[in-house]
C-alpha cells in the first residue's frame, strides 16, 4: 500500500496558518490592551447588575423544588423519546411483534406513575406562589 503524504501538504499548511494566526492575534492584543486597574474594573460583575446588598440572601424552597420537577419531567422524556423511536420506527428493526404490547403497557404505566407525581405536587402546592 503506497502513503502519500503530498496530499495532505495543503491541510498542514491551512493548520500552520490557522494557529500562527491565533496566537499572533492573542499576542498582539495582549501588548498592545490597556492595562489599568480600576476600582470598577475589579469590582464583581453578574448578568449585568451592579452588585448590592449581601451575598447570602436566601432563596425560597419553591425555587429548588420547581429545578428538581423540572429535571424528573426532563429525564422523563430521556426515557420515552428512545422508546417512542425504536417502538415505531418503519421499515427498521424495532422491538419485535411479541414486545410490543408489554412495552406499551409498561410506557402507559411510567406516564402513569409520572402522571399521579405531578398530581400530587400540584396538590401540595408548589406550583402556586406566594
Same mark, same amino acid.
Given at each position: 500500500?503506497? =502513503?502519500?503524504?503530498?496530499?495532505?501538504?495543503?491541510?498542514?499548511?491551512?493548520?500552520?496558518?490557522? +494557529?500562527?494566526?491565533?496566537?499572533?492575534?492573542?499576542?498582539?492584543?495582549?501588548?498592545?490592551?490597556?492595562?489599568?486597574?480600576?476600582?470598577?474594573?475589579?469590582?464583581?460583575?453578574?448578568?449585568?447588575? /451592579?452588585? =448590592?446588598? /449581601?451575598?447570602?440572601?436566601?432563596? /425560597?424552597?419553591? =425555587? @429548588?423544588?420547581? !429545578?428538581?420537577?423540572?429535571?424528573?419531567? /426532563?429525564?422523563?422524556?430521556? +426515557?420515552?423519546?428512545?422508546? !417512542?423511536?425504536?417502538? @415505531?420506527?418503519?421499515?427498521?428493526?424495532?422491538?419485535?411483534?411479541?414486545?410490543?404490547?408489554?412495552?406499551?403497557?409498561?410506557?402507559?404505566?411510567?406516564?402513569?406513575?409520572? +402522571?399521579?407525581?405531578?398530581?400530587? !405536587?400540584?396538590?401540595?402546592?408548589? =406550583?402556586?406562589?406566594?
Amino acid at each position: 500500500m503506497d =502513503f502519500d503524504l503530498s496530499t495532505y501538504y495543503p491541510i498542514f499548511i491551512y493548520a500552520v496558518f490557522v +494557529f500562527g494566526f491565533a496566537i499572533s492575534a492573542l499576542t498582539v492584543s495582549h501588548i498592545f490592551s490597556p492595562n489599568k486597574k480600576t476600582s470598577v474594573k475589579t469590582m464583581p460583575y453578574e448578568s449585568g447588575m /451592579d452588585p =448590592f446588598g /449581601d451575598a447570602k440572601k436566601q432563596f /425560597d424552597v419553591k =425555587f @429548588y423544588l420547581i !429545578a428538581i420537577l423540572f429535571l424528573v419531567f /426532563d429525564v422523563e422524556l430521556l +426515557f420515552l423519546y428512545p422508546w !417512542a423511536v425504536s417502538a @415505531y420506527a418503519p421499515g427498521m428493526a424495532s422491538l419485535p411483534v411479541s414486545y410490543g404490547v408489554p412495552a406499551f403497557i409498561e410506557v402507559l404505566l411510567f406516564v402513569f406513575v409520572l +402522571f399521579i407525581g405531578y398530581i400530587y !405536587a400540584w396538590k401540595a402546592g408548589v =406550583f402556586q406562589w406566594r
